[in-house]
């Protein structure tokens, strides 16, 4: 492992090496930035011209790749409300309210940083358990993912200050998630004759809607510019700085947000949406205080983003392992493997383990170089937030548009934004929440899947969730989240009896 | 070989000469559909060759096109529709394009009626379970009363494959729980080493690495010849019904191509798959190569069509 780790190094150490990983970082970040467009789209488009690559410097471009959008995607979902890249939605909770107080700089500053750290962490955990990778991924089989499905929709469910509200977009987004041919039943749901809905709804088309379109149609509605905040008050813009501070000032938000993103991103299929979402509900449950969570917080910023970049690492386990990929990009990245004579599976990690560790290395400077960038790019992308409406809302609109396009080159997916940039502003309107439609949506028909899956495993007896010892684990935990928010009720309600 | 080249690029020059303006020049760009988006086994396979066909095409510009949607249908049922002139044409594979068709599906192209370049992969399927499960021949397997398959989903060529193994062995009778759904054929693979379920199927590509590994083991495999130690096909296991089980990767354009331009086609694509330096380079991506030419692959799509449509019956949804 050290042999091979010298090795990775120095290569990185190449210039070449280094000007891909940097090329690899502007693209992830761009991408990143633009809603619709993510670590995914920027992939698939560069995947063809990693053709007359060494392996090595096509994997050091997809590191770059993968460890920078995220990171790029926080400052719209900050700035604009309008996620950049889907794991980014739970940043918009408290992060978007701060850009009104005219505090983007304060998290932007801290989403970067809690990334970075993020980053850090998912890594070490990485190499940490890469030699018992294999027994970690077997862990996880259908009942467990049921109750890992369970957990998000749980946890979605108990955030929510009003319940009821919940629970409607829950289930709409579970219904949502149904349209589409079902391989297991083999029958279309919902398609109504219509050849495009055979795939289902799709959720980058659906975030480009949900977010991006709706705030530009709720801008529009109201008028003005962004930042509430008077240009000329703000002076200077400041913060970058003070949000590198307040991440240090919330160690515990930062190790449990990149311990949740690890785990999650262990399990494939999941992803950073769940990831980043369930992080910042733990912050808000585990908290003291949670009165500030959804006004401008900024552990309502750090959570989430250490989550969703410590989740690379994470995924990078089952990808490693067995080569099953734990996300999106993750499955675009075995396709660059391959292309470059590399077959995903077990013998990967014992065959090409320099070449590997190139990409763990990568990852971690592409999260740290891409955090820089951010931080210092900030003042400028700020302004974005105080030009008017007149201007701001066709450029999104078309930008949006146009990456709902690049996904596929499918005019579908343009017209699936378009439907859902109502159905959000619908949402927006009649205050109900979009991220709990979004994250349904994901686990929807995960949990159908594995539940069904489970249930023929087990022979219809359903008392198996309870003797599959993975399951039980999540189930204990559902328990103990469901439990939370009334213990911390009642503890209130005593320490108000006591004063 | 040099001189095999040479005349395939001399018939390829008449075929240049004699055709009419219907002909690939070198000036077109030919487009190939990959009926998937960009990252997978379709997509590797037509980028690997796309460069070697524009050389053997004088030059011509080979593009590969992404139409991902509705299985793979939409690409497919793109090319089958798109004019015959030689510049746009797909990667298809049998049996998975054969299945709706074969499963009473309404489907926009007839596989047995497009104009076949020639096919690339061949793939032969084994039937495997855990490296640590007690089945430990053909017999074993039949002898188990409850049994569950792990698989993908329904459509998928790996439940197809199952299905039709199951029928021959004698298997469906007992009427096993296939557990369908994983994700992709390496989810269903990992889902047999957990112990989700006893056996699974997967193709030679698929499976090598987790057999190299120690993780799986293969029970019998499909094809005339056995590519693992221990592991007898499935004709030496006394079940030759199975032999023509396999999963092919073959180039085709839509139905009508002139015979001109087909010839022209056809012979640019020898040229290709008898180049060694391509054939390398296919190797070292991890293609499964078994090249065969456009007339024999079509006579092959019709009776390999003609085999999994005596199994209709036993290819039914089973969940």
Same mark, same amino acid.
């Given at each position: 492992m050290l042999d091979s780790f010298v090795t990775a190094t120095l290569y990185l150490a190449d210039g070449v090496t280094l000007m891909y990983l940097m090329l690899g970082v502007l693209v992830g970040l761009l991408f990143g930035i633009i809603?619709?467009?993510?670590g995914a789209t920027a992939i698939a488009l560069l995947l063809p011209l990693t053709?007359?690559?060494?392996p090595e410097q096509a994997i050091t471009l997809m590191g770059g790749i993968m460890g920078s959008s995220a990171i790029g995607g926080s400052v719209t979902a900050i700035?604009?409300?309008?996620?950049?890249? =889907? /794991?980014?939605?739970?940043?918009?909770?408290d992060g978007y309210p701060l850009t009104r107080q005219g505090k983007a700089g304060l998290a932007i500053g801290a989403a970067a940083t809690a990334s970075s750290l993020g980053g850090i962490v998912g890594v070490v955990v990485l190499v940490a358990v890469l030699p018992m990778a294999k027994s970690l991924v077997l862990l996880f089989g259908p009942p467990a993912f049921f109750m890992l499905a369970v957990l998000g929709l749980v946890s979605l469910t108990i955030s929510n200050n009003n319940m009821l509200r919940g629970l409607i977009a829950a289930a709409l987004g579970l219904f949502i998630g149904?349209?589409?041919?079902d391989d297991m039943g083999g029958t279309l749901r919902?398609? =109504?004759?219509?050849?495009?809905?055979w795939d289902g709804i799709k959720l980058v088309p659906a975030l480009i809607g949900l977010f991006a379109i709706a705030e530009m149609i709720r801008l529009m509605v109201e008028g003005?510019?962004?930042?509430?905040?008077d240009r000329n008050e703000l002076g200077e813009v400041k913060g970058v700085g003070a949000g590198f501070k307040a991440v240090f000032k919330h160690p515990r938000t930062v190790l449990s947000g990149s311990f949740i993103g690890t785990l999650v991103g262990?399990?494939?299929?999941?992803?950073?949406t769940v990831a980043s979402f369930l992080s910042y509900s733990f912050t808000v449950q585990s908290s003291?205080?949670?009165?500030?969570f959804g006004k401008g917080d900024i552990r309502g910023v750090i959570a989430p983003e250490a989550a969703n970049n410590a989740k690379d690492g994470g995924s990078l386990i089952p990808t490693l392992a067995f080569?099953? /990929?734990?996300s999106a990009e993750m499955a675009l990245f075995l396709g660059v493997l391959v292309l470059h004579g590399m077959q995903p599976g077990p013998l990967l990690l014992i065959e090409r383990e320099w070449s590997l560790l190139v990409l763990i290395i990568a990852l971690l400077l592409a999260t740290i170089a891409s955090a820089c960038v951010i931080a210092v790019a900030t003042k400028y992308l700020i302004k974005i937030t105080f030009i008017d409406s007149s201007i701001l809302i066709p450029t999104v609109l078309s930008v949006a548009l146009v990456g709902a396009y690049a996904?596929?080159?499918?005019?579908g997916d343009v017209i699936m934004a378009a439907v859902f940039g109502v159905i959000g502003y619908v949402m927006i309107r009649l205050d109900f929440p979009r991220i709990t439609l979004v994250i349904a949506i994901v686990l929807g028909g995960m949990m159908e899947r594995n539940f069904i899956q489970s249930m023929l495993m087990f022979r219809s007896d359903w008392t198996g969730f309870f003797r599959d010892t993975t399951s039980l684990v999540i189930f204990l935990i559902i328990v103990v989240a469901l439990a939370l928010p009334v213990i911390g009720r009642i503890r209130r309600r005593v320490r108000n009896a006591n004063a | 070989m040099k001189i095999k080249t040479a005349l395939l690029s001399a018939v390829a020059g008449i075929a240049l000469m004699s055709g009419a303006q219907a002909d690939v020049d070198p000036s077109d760009t030919v487009s190939i559909v990959?009926? +998937?988006?960009?990252?997978?086994g379709f997509d590797r396979a037509v980028r690997g060759f796309a460069p070697y066909f524009s050389e053997a095409l004088g030059g011509a510009n080979v593009i590969t096109e992404n139409i991902p949607g509705a299985g793979g249908q939409r690409g497919s049922t793109e090319v089958s529709r798109?004019?015959?002139?030689?510049l746009t044409l797909g990667i298809f594979n049998l049996p998975g394009f054969a299945l709706p068709a074969i499963l009473g599906e309404e489907v926009g192209y007839d596989l047995r009626e497009l104009s076949w370049i020639g096919r690339l992969e061949s793939d032969d399927y084994v039937l495997i379970v855990a490296?640590?499960?007690?089945?430990?021949t053909l017999d074993d397997l039949i002898a188990v009363d409850d049994l569950i398959i792990t698989s993908t989903g329904y459509g998928s060529t790996v439940l197809a494959a199952l299905q039709i193994t199951a029928s021959e062995l004698g298997l469906a009778q007992k009427d096993p729980?296939?557990?369908?759904? +994983?994700?992709g054929t390496t989810d269903a693979i990992v889902g047999l080493i957990r112990g989700d379920g006893q056996v699974s199927m997967a193709p030679v590509s698929s499976v090598t690495p987790y057999i190299e590994s120690g993780d799986v083991r293969g029970l019998a495999m499909s094809g005339?010849?056995?590519?693992?130690?221990d592991v007898p096909t499935f004709a030496e296991a006394?079940?030759?019904?199975?032999?023509?089980?396999n999963l092919q990767r073959s180039i085709a354009g839509p139905p009508g191509i002139d015979d001109a331009t087909l010839t022209q086609l056809r012979s640019a694509f020898m040229d290709v798959v008898q180049n060694e330096e391509y054939l390398e380079y296919a190797k070292s991506i991890g293609m499964n190569m078994s090249p065969m030419n456009g007339a024999d692959t079509a006579a092959d799509i019709s009776s390999s069509f003609e085999f999994y449509e005596r199994f209709s019956t036993s290819l039914q949804n089973p969940n």
């Open positions: 809603p619709g467009l993510g053709f007359g690559m060494e700035l604009l409300n309008a996620p950049g890249t =889907a /794991p980014n939605a739970a940043t918009c909770f149904f349209v589409g041919y919902f398609t =109504a004759g219509i050849d495009y809905l003005g510019a962004i930042s509430k905040v262990i399990v494939p299929g999941v992803g950073g003291r205080d949670s009165s500030q080569g099953i /990929p734990g996904l596929e080159g499918s005019m | 990959v009926p +998937y988006g960009p990252g997978g798109s004019e015959p002139d030689g490296a640590d499960s007690d089945i430990q729980i296939y557990l369908s759904g +994983y994700g005339s010849q056995s590519l693992f130690e006394g079940y030759p019904g199975l032999t023509p089980l």
